[in-house]
């Protein structure tokens, strides 16, 4: 291996002693009493209050008591202990790890946007204070439905997966409406877990449906389990397998025939931005995941916005408030949507996560939305094209913004995905998502984005390739992977026995 | 020009080459024609310059000059600066779920601290790693009462904030619950009602404390007689607050939510925001969301990890405990930042500034012809007062003379129209505060 990502931070565990007494504390174990991370206005009133004894908490809460730089060291160390999009490459399958431009950040701390109080536009006359904000969400609504083909949205789901309960609660509505006895919602065995789970938490049975040796839907099995009391069927696309469904028309006609709903898990929507619009091929409605198509940053696991877009079929259920244009060319919140299933959230979105799609969107412009699905399939299908030698394709085909492998080969010499995935993280990348979808074995999913430069997919390649043939030469020596981060590999058995979630506490 | 695409159109020709195909277009062959869009009607790209130039210009169409004293659940705390730099970092804010704990202890290791704070502040034993907000919190654990009790029926005191009531009647009114809102007594819960409706069919009985009209309450004695008919107490909790009230651990709640925005979150015109949960230990396998847990690498270091998955969706798909699947990871970083800055005193330190300021406020208004403040029961920094006139009117000609002067409590609570809602935060000075009375004396 004469190149390689490299580890993880130099130097970081140059000294181990100074690594476990410093570095490995939490901040509660710095904590000493007297010191303070900020200081507070003193009182400039003349009252001094007392809450009543019977009302007033006995014991104090033990925050830790830090000095600021104390705090901005271990948060500024403990960030370092993280692969993120700025500092390693992140394939991870069907998470859409793409770069997250900074100048969106910077329109999220817009004073006038971010200290805006969300009641405001809900006094008397108060949406006068509020114009830009409203102005904002009203033309992302209209972006949103001129790039999905839809006919209204909503930004109010807080998460992808909030927006597919706000969609299934959608499809619940309508067929109340029409007085449709509806049990079950349909779902293809590849789906994300939240498909199964959004269905069931809005009341619904789920019918999983298997795919055909081509990944596609399988069509006679579809068939056979479409009745009357089917209230819709829910499908990624492309799918998680990273494959663009063939037969959506015919798909879609069959529900449609039994008068369901066809609901589009935008989750993989970067992969067909301007190639195809999910309202034009037979969708009733869609959730956006803003982190992935349109870059809103991860965080660690969310916040995320999960817009929900409908046709009009479905579109006097949205949730309330809807943003409005007024005829003098102002905006508004309206309330005034009797069919409305009501609040989902308690205002309207993510604001703030909002804010840096619609940046993202304004900035690329039609063209470069284009450009942007075009290389994140271009680079997906580059990867996969020069691994397929090396590793089993589960579907060899052209593929869209990610592909499926299966390491069932290399864990036929006893090095499975998880140990793959290991032996990558020592090489500087973050493994591609492993195990996921389910109904490949020893699935290992790639996803590189547009974002990626072909020297790095090249490099990453390589050390690919290099982990096949470990797997030949020594298998054993995964087990020990990773070796150069702060910790080897944790003892998730024991982390769930002996349960230990806070410092104050042991289960 | 795209500066996040790298490939060069060189590099574009190697790539089709390997991958055997001409051009781009025929990557996208699975797109039947008839399956391609109708139209992609969508403006031309801008340069980064010019599209800061245009939010920031849609920016100044909204209002901030006002003085604020609105609440309602969102406050207007102080952030010091440092919590703002540290989740600006890149490792924290463009890393995802810590899927791969060896490569992601700085997003583990922040959520178990969060988690620790979280627990201290309201005595509780376990806490999840966040949830979406203080609404969506309320629901699941409502949810969790249910699926812990295996009953269908939910009493909630209507203190709890009505935009918090709004989204739990959203999400059950297609499922079979049985739902009771119980009035507000001098602006405390009524015990009365909800005895009268406490029964061995309850799930949980719901109560937030300060309420939505600003009141403190001590809710020990409800939590006794819920918990003899064998249901669960859910409370709702302003965290400020919590420097200085009892806590709903000592209270004997059963599972605490909140919203977590008060601890170092921009309000963002409604967010992203912080749902909080905790719970007692015996209950911690029915939380929903995630949870960080503590353990040992393979040479007997300290590990953090995702735990106890098996309720998650990704795991236990239609069987899981939610369907959440995203939490809001890094807000919870951020408030366990700006927890560790206030530390054990500031805490103490900002609810008293809050209190004072409020109590100054009242006795302020107090004086005022014809203002009446509800002095039934106590008060955080939130509090209730009675105008000669319908409250929506003055907040109109308030805002003419430069304050958000409160929120209207008849947009929720028929009845009050006349009330309005008043929140002062450690940020409002004292001649702020003096100001705003002149003002609502010259508008009376």
Avoid at chain 2, 195 to 214: M, R, S, W, Y
Avoid at chain 2, 294 to 305: I, P
Wanted: net charge neutral.
């Amino acid at each position: 291996m004469s190149q390689s990502f490299g580890g993880w931070v130099a130097g970081y565990l140059g000294n181990p002693k100074f690594n476990v007494r410093i570095l490995m504390k939490l901040i509660f174990e710095k904590s000493v009493k007297g010191r303070r991370g900020f200081g507070l206005p003193v009182s400039d009133v003349p009252v001094k209050a007392k809450i009543p004894s019977k009302y007033a908490r006995a014991n104090d809460a033990e925050l830790p008591e830090v000095s600021e730089l104390d705090a901005v060291r271990h948060y500024t160390r403990l960030s370092q202990k993280n692969f993120s999009i700025d500092t390693h490459f992140y394939p991870l399958g069907s998470c859409t790890m793409k770069y997250n431009p900074k100048f969106t950040e910077d329109l999220a701390r817009i004073g006038s946007f971010m200290n805006l109080h969300p009641l405001l536009p809900q006094l008397a006359g108060g949406e006068k204070l509020t114009q830009g904000a409203l102005e904002v969400m009203h033309h992302l609504e209209q972006l949103m439905c001129s790039m999905t083909g839809f006919d209204a949205f909503t930004l109010q789901p807080l998460a992808g997966a909030h927006g597919e309960l706000t969609g299934i609660m959608l499809m619940a509505a309508y067929h109340k409406s029409k007085g449709n006895k509806k049990r079950y919602i349909i779902i293809p065995d590849s789906a994300h877990g939240t498909n199964p789970a959004s269905a069931a938490i809005a009341g619904y049975e789920t019918i999983p449906v298997a795919s055909d040796k081509n990944g596609n839907m399988d069509l006679v099995k579809l068939k056979e389990v479409i009745t009357d009391e089917v209230a819709g069927l829910m499908m990624t696309v492309p799918s998680t397998l990273g494959l663009f469904e063939n037969n959506i028309d015919e798909i879609a006609k069959m529900i449609h025939a039994v008068d369901g709903i066809m609901y589009y898990d935008g989750a993989n929507l970067n992969a067909v931005l301007g190639r195809c619009r999910p309202g034009d091929i037979g969708f009733d409605v869609m959730h956006i995941n803003t982190h992935k198509t349109f870059t809103t940053p991860h965080g660690g696991g969310g916040p995320g916005a999960g817009p929900v877009g409908v046709n009009k079929k479905l579109e006097k259920f949205l949730p309330v408030s809807r943003v409005v244009k007024n005829s003098d060319g102002t905006f508004a919140l309206s309330y005034d949507f009797p069919d409305s299933i009501g609040y989902i959230a308690p205002f309207y979105g993510n604001f703030a996560l909002l804010l840096r799609a619609y940046g993202y969107i304004l900035m690329l412009g039609k063209q470069g939305l284009i450009d942007t699905t075009n290389h994140a399939v271009l680079n997906a299908n580059y990867i996969k094209e020069r691994l397929k030698k090396y590793f089993k394709l589960a579907y060899d085909r052209i593929c869209m913004h990610e592909s499926v492998f299966s390491a069932s080969q290399q864990a036929d010499r006893g090095v499975h995905a998880i140990d793959i995935a290991k032996y990558l993280i020592d090489q500087g990348i973050h493994p591609p998502t492993v195990y996921f979808p389910l109904i490949v074995p020893e699935a290992i999913m790639i996803e590189p984005t547009e974002s990626e430069s072909k020297p790095v997919m090249d490099l990453f390649i390589d050390i690919m390739i290099e982990a096949d043939r470990l797997t030949r030469e020594s298998p054993e020596s995964f087990k020990e992977f990773p070796k150069t981060m702060p910790i080897t590999r944790p003892d998730e058995v024991k982390a769930a026995r002996d349960v230990k979630t806070s410092y104050f506490l042991r289960v | 020009m795209n500066p996040y695409i790298a490939n060069t159109p060189e590099e574009t020709k190697e790539m089709l080459n390997v991958i055997g195909v001409n051009s781009i277009d025929d990557l996208f062959v699975d797109i039947k024609p008839g399956l391609r869009p109708k139209s992609f009607d969508l403006p031309q790209g801008l340069s980064e310059y010019e599209v800061v130039r245009r939010v920031t210009d849609m920016g100044l169409k909204n209002n901030i000059q006002l003085v604020p004293f609105v609440g309602g659940g969102y406050y207007d705390h102080y952030i010091p600066s440092a919590v703002d730099a540290l989740i600006s970092r890149g490792e924290f804010y463009t890393a995802y779920t810590p899927y791969q704990p060896e490569c992601a202890q700085g997003t583990l290791q922040s959520l178990f601290e969060f988690q620790s704070s979280i627990c201290t502040l309201t005595e509780m034993d376990v806490a999840n790693a966040s949830l979406y907000d203080g609404g969506t919190a309320l629901y699941e654990a409502m949810m969790m009462a249910i699926r812990i009790t295996d009953r269908s029926k939910i009493i909630i005191d209507g203190g709890v904030s009505p935009i918090y009531r709004k989204i739990l009647k959203t999400y059950t009114s297609h499922l079979h619950y049985e739902f009771i809102e119980t009035p507000v007594v001098h602006g405390q819960a009524s015990r009365e009602e909800i005895l009268k409706h406490l029964d061995e069919k309850t799930a949980a009985v719901i109560i937030q404390n300060p309420n939505f009209l600003g009141v403190i309450d001590d809710h020990a004695d409800i939590i006794e007689k819920v918990h003899k008919v064998g249901a669960l107490a859910l409370s709702s909790v302003y965290p400020v607050s919590l420097g200085l009230l009892k806590t709903p651990g000592a209270m004997g709640a059963d599972i605490v939510t909140g919203e977590g925005q008060s601890l170092g979150l921009p309000l963002n015109f409604g967010g992203p925001y912080l749902g909080f949960m905790a719970t007692r230990k015996k209950y911690i396998r029915k939380m929903p969301g995630r949870i960080v847990g503590e353990t040992l690498d393979t040479q007997g270091r300290r590990a953090f990890v995702n735990t106890l998955q098996a309720r998650e969706q990704h795991i236990r798909r239609e069987k899981a405990t939610s369907n959440i699947c995203t939490n809001v990871s890094l807000c919870a970083v951020q408030s366990a930042i700006y927890m560790s800055m206030l530390g054990k005193e500031g805490l103490k330190e900002l609810a008293q500034l809050n209190l004072d300021k409020a109590e100054f406020m009242r006795q302020a208004l107090e004086k005022i012809k014809g203002v009446q403040v509800k002095r039934s029961s106590p008060t955080f920094n939130e509090f209730a007062v009675v105008l000669p006139k319908d409250a929506s009117l003055v907040i109109g000609e308030m805002i003419k003379k430069g304050f958000a002067a409160g929120f209207p409590l008849g947009r929720y609570y028929p009845g009050m129209e006349k009330y309005l809602l008043v929140a002062v935060t450690e940020k409002r000075t004292r001649q702020e505060i003096l100001d705003y009375v002149k003002a609502l004396e010259e508008v009376l």
